[in-house]
């Protein structure tokens, strides 16, 4: 195999998902319609391709890309949000990647937002991916996509601003809990959200200087992803390579193995 | 000055709200009364006791006394909670006491749950705190207290167990929230929740399972805290100290100036 001349050196694969860290194998996934449970993802491609292969959550991946050369660079503390056909999420803390102790850290939009609102993919009632995902606005606003509900917005289509008001809303409320939770020094959204500019980011900044008391407005910083829509694949990349890129550190000894049949014991 | 004949070394006070970094001047307390905005604490006490003296917030105090000391001992990453007149939370990332870019990271107990829910003192409608705050709990059961609330739940008294199933509801969605978000070994409870002992805790823990789609619910660890009502004060005089305790770290390099006066531009 080889790129551009080049041999590949590592494969890096972005799951839209969770999996085992230990095994390579796919736990679920929210959005993505097959049987994937059990599925041995990495083995499969480390055997078909004949190299070292890594698996790393998509928008994990997409963080790790943006930290280390899109718009998250030189951040110690990173929060970065993608809205596509889920919301995924990663945080960079002290310039590393964090995965926490279930290795799912970051997962910023399967935060509950409502606690009896619309049944999540993940299973949860109310995360913020089934109040603020792309494909939700649209059936909301009547529209078959998100960018037609873009259309109708600039149009002035009130169905079309109705849901896309309420969409930031509840996103506004979700990144308002990052700050005042983890504190970033930036938060950078990726997706349709920021594909649409600053016709969505302007008063969805808005909304969290109103909402979040404890942080001086000035300080909070909302940006728009710079690296398009191969940052997830970027991430996967860098993640392979196990290396430090810039400031931030990608670490595999942070990775805990999935917890999901070890029995750790209550309480 | 000397406590059982030893010479004080340094002060350290455990401050129940916001405070500069830089100057030691309050910037605000959510449930204290009083003008205190301005008010030169650090130096008052520095000089008055001509020791170096330190502040820190109660509840990043308390999470610093656990995590070194307590329930939380040992443990990488660690979310704690303490119900009180507030509710102070603080987090251990990567077994540092984590600040953030404000320096009021760890704020648990101020993430919205509600966005058109009851104000919170910190000027915020529907955080955890105006939610779930003992005080409050008591208000709706009809109480002077959250003591003699706990004695009605006891007893069965309908008013009593409906306030506390509903804050623990809420509880709980905070608490799944910062796992979703963090992934913490363990999440340690302080205050007035935790003295009830498990018959508040196993249905909080039950609720929390329930919610957390993403984590195995046998992974999810939550426990009381260990070391009483003086956590506070301990945490204090740990972080005066400036030293390597256990596992816990607490780095004085860690923590930012605050940026209220900093005026970081938009965006």
């Not at 097959?34 to 959550?57: H, K």
């Not at 649209?138 to 002035?156: H, P």
């Amino acid at each position: 195999m080889a790129a551009a001349g080049h041999p590949i050196s590592s494969v890096g694969i972005g799951v839209p998902g969770l999996f085992d860290y230990a095994t390579g194998e796919i736990i679920f996934f929210t959005n993505l319609p097959g049987p994937w449970e059990g599925f041995p993802l990495r083995t499969r491609i480390a055997e078909s391709l004949g190299t070292s292969t890594t698996l790393i959550n998509d928008a994990r991946a997409f963080t790790l890309a943006e930290a280390t050369l899109g718009a998250g660079r030189g951040c110690r503390t990173l929060a970065c949000l993608t809205l596509g056909t889920g919301v995924g999420g990663g945080l960079i803390i002290d310039r590393k990647l964090h995965f926490g102790a279930y290795g799912v850290a970051g997962e910023i939009g399967h935060q509950t937002l409502d606690p009896e609102g619309p049944l999540c993919g993940c299973g949860n009632p109310g995360c913020m991916e089934a109040l603020t995902r792309p494909p939700v606005i649209a059936r909301q606003a009547g529209k078959e996509t998100f960018e037609e509900v873009l259309v109708g917005f600039d149009r002035g289509e009130p169905s079309c601003i109705d849901a896309l008001d309420n969409a930031m809303r509840h996103l506004a409320v979700g990144l308002a809990n990052i700050i005042t939770i983890i504190g970033p020094e930036r938060i950078v959204i990726g997706g349709g959200v920021a594909e649409a500019g600053e016709r969505l980011l302007q008063p969805l900044r808005a909304e969290v200087r109103r909402r979040v008391t404890l942080v001086p407005p000035e300080a909070i910083s909302i940006v728009a992803a710079e690296l398009g829509p191969y940052a997830g694949a970027v991430g996967a990349a860098l993640s392979s390579q196990g290396s430090v890129v810039g400031d931030a550190e990608f670490l595999h000894g942070e990775i805990p193995s999935a917890t999901r049949r070890r029995g750790v014991p209550a309480p």
